[in-house]
Nanobody, 124 residues
Framework: VQLQASGGGLVQAGGSLRLSCAASGPSLSRGTMAWFRQAPGREREFVALSGGREDYSDYVKGRFTISRDIVKNTVYLQMNDLTPEDTAVYYC?????????????????????WGRGTLVTVSS
């Protein structure tokens, strides 16, 4: 499975961006697709996932929406009301399974497939 993320860029605070991640290879219809992000000097952190359910980190809940096109093997992340704290490299991740526990599903080390990141910069 190869993942190709796109859609990052520079936006002012309060603005919106939509990230896309297209998977090539075997279908991930029964698996999990997720977004993580990593800001300078910080560890990679969970943002959102779609896999049996949708889930969001507390930092983005209510502002970000994850959606998925099973046919296109693509996941999207609509990001609204962006703040400078959202500035990071955003990574798409995928795994062939749906996780049994939330704790497992939000840990980056449990995902087998990763795309190159796309940079999101939010100016104040």
């Amino acid at each position: 499975v190869q993942l190709q993320a796109s859609g990052g860029g520079l936006v002012q605070a309060g603005g919106s961006l939509r990230l896309s991640c297209a998977a090539s290879g075997p279908s991930l219809s029964r698996g999990t697709m997720a977004w993580f992000r990593q800001a300078p000097g910080r560890e990679r952190e969970f943002v959102a996932l779609s896999g049996g359910r949708e889930d969001y980190s507390d930092y983005v809940k209510g502002r970000f929406t994850i959606s998925r096109d099973i046919v296109k093997n693509t996941v999207y992340l609509q990001m609204n009301d962006l703040t400078p704290e959202d500035t990071a490299v955003y990574y798409c991740a995928a795994d062939g399974i749906t996780f049994f526990t939330r704790d497992a599903s939000i840990r980056a080390r449990n995902y087998d497939y990763w795309g190159r990141g796309t940079l999101v910069t939010v100016s104040s």
